[in-house]
């Protein structure tokens, strides 16, 4: 009889890659000014931060509007209007905007570490199916040469 012998499991595991966690290698790679851009990217991309900013717009507002004359520094309606009118945009929606991104990454990585824990699992499982099929195919070639012999002999 002639068949081929299929590949044993630790020749399988020769050509096969090592599992990597991609999250953990851009970690490391990523430079120190890029770090400062998602340091900066975390803590201003939160809700702490859109409420500081909304705290001290109406506070800038109302103190230049309602504070005795000779105490305000940019007095009603000199540029606080078009200050106002023009960034209220800008403070608002560049805060809301990086939570959103903030939130999508965060969900992002999430995923990205389940899917690696998963396919961690997964190869376990196969190497696992893998032995036992090695194990089914060295029986089987036993038997075959068993019965080789016999009805050669």
């Known amino acids: 009889m002639n068949f081929h012998k299929p590949k044993s499991l630790e020749e399988l595991r020769k050509l096969r890659k090592p599992i990597r966690n991609v999250n953990a290698i851009h ?14 990217t975390e803590h201003v991309g939160s809700m702490g931060f859109f409420l500081i900013i909304f705290v ?21 309606p000199a540029f606080v209007l078009w200050l106002f ?23 992002s990585e999430a995923r990205a570490e389940s899917d690696f824990e998963i ?7 196969i190497e696992t199916i893998l032995m036992h099929l090695e194990n089914q195919n060295n029986l089987i070639q036993e038997i075959l040469h068993r019965i080789e012999n016999k009805e050669g002999a």
């Open 56 to 76: 001290w717009t109406f506070a800038w507002l109302g103190w230049n509007s309602l504070a005795p004359k000779g105490l305000r520094f940019d007095p009603f």
């Open 119 to 125: 396919n961690t699992k997964a190869e376990i499982e």
């Open 85 to 107: 009118i023009s960034n209220m945009i800008q403070i608002f929606l560049m805060p809301l905007i990086m939570i959103g991104q903030n939130l999508q990454s965060d969900h």
């Open 27 to 40: 970690e490391k790679k990523i430079s120190g000014i890029n770090k400062l851009a998602v340091w900066i």
